[in-house]
């Protein structure tokens, strides 16, 4: 399995900023992928994160948001843009394998105040 | 429209006995199914999958039934640890280029020693 990290492990943000979470694997990996998970909910897909071309988002989640970048095989950023408190939840950057197995990073906790 | 469904939301067991938590699904596309722990400020930590090809895969402790005439898939855990007190969440995935995994709800699981 990958090793996965995230930056930063957690941050408190104040309403109308933006705040950009790291994703870095220790191996080149073909599919890279953005979850949040509200808190008490489950975890919802972003995005997947395309290397060298545009992400392609889920319903209900639009480029302006999250815009999302993949600059090579073992690195992502997700910005959360123009922050509410809506937008407090545990951001997870995981990567695929073989068939549909994915491997999950430690998250990010985002409060937004 | 929840595609993936645990209807509960906690299950507390005693150390020794067995753990079973359940999970429903209603996209009969989905035909590759996974199991994930996760504890508090960590990743989802990937346990056990089943294809749909298969109604029973096992590792250890750790046993997947798929049902597929009834949509359903359980986990059992046997015999139940302490160390196993967390939230486990199914996920789906109808395989293909994507490999778009779809996330239940979740159960928190308590073993009390």
């Known amino acids: 399995s990958a090793v996965i990290s995230q930056k930063p492990s957690r941050d408190i943000c104040q309403r109308g900023t933006s705040l950009t979470i790291q994703c870095q694997v220790d191996s080149q990996v073909t599919m890279m992928f953005w979850y949040r998970q509200q808190p008490g909910q489950s975890l919802t897909l972003i995005a997947t994160?395309?290397?060298?071309?545009?992400?392609?988002?889920e319903s209900g989640f639009v480029i302006d948001k999250f815009p999302i970048s993949r600059p090579n095989l073992t690195f992502s950023t997700l910005t959360v843009s123009n922050m509410s408190p809506e937008d407090s939840s545990i951001y997870l950057c995981?990567?695929?394998?073989?068939?549909?197995?994915?491997?999950f990073g430690p998250g990010t906790r985002l409060t937004v105040l | 429209d929840q595609q993936v469904k645990q209807n509960s939301p906690s299950l507390s067991v005693q150390e020794g006995r067995i753990s079973i938590l359940n999970c429903d699904y209603t996209?009969?596309?989905?035909?590759?199914f996974l199991w994930y722990k996760k504890y508090p400020a960590e990743g989802p930590t990937f346990l056990i999958s089943i294809s749909s090809i298969k109604d029973k895969n096992e590792d250890g402790r750790f046993t997947v039934f798929l049902n597929k005439s009834a949509k359903h898939l359980s986990l059992h855990i046997v015999p139940s640890q302490p160390g196993d007190s967390a939230v486990y969440f199914c996920a789906a995935s109808e395989g293909g280029a994507t490999n778009k995994l779809i996330f239940g709800t979740g159960t928190l699981l308590a073993v009390q020693p």
């Open positions: 994160a395309n290397q060298g071309s545009e992400a392609t988002y």
């Open positions: 996209n009969s596309m989905f035909d590759y």
């Open positions: 995981s990567v695929g394998t073989s068939g549909a197995l994915q491997f």
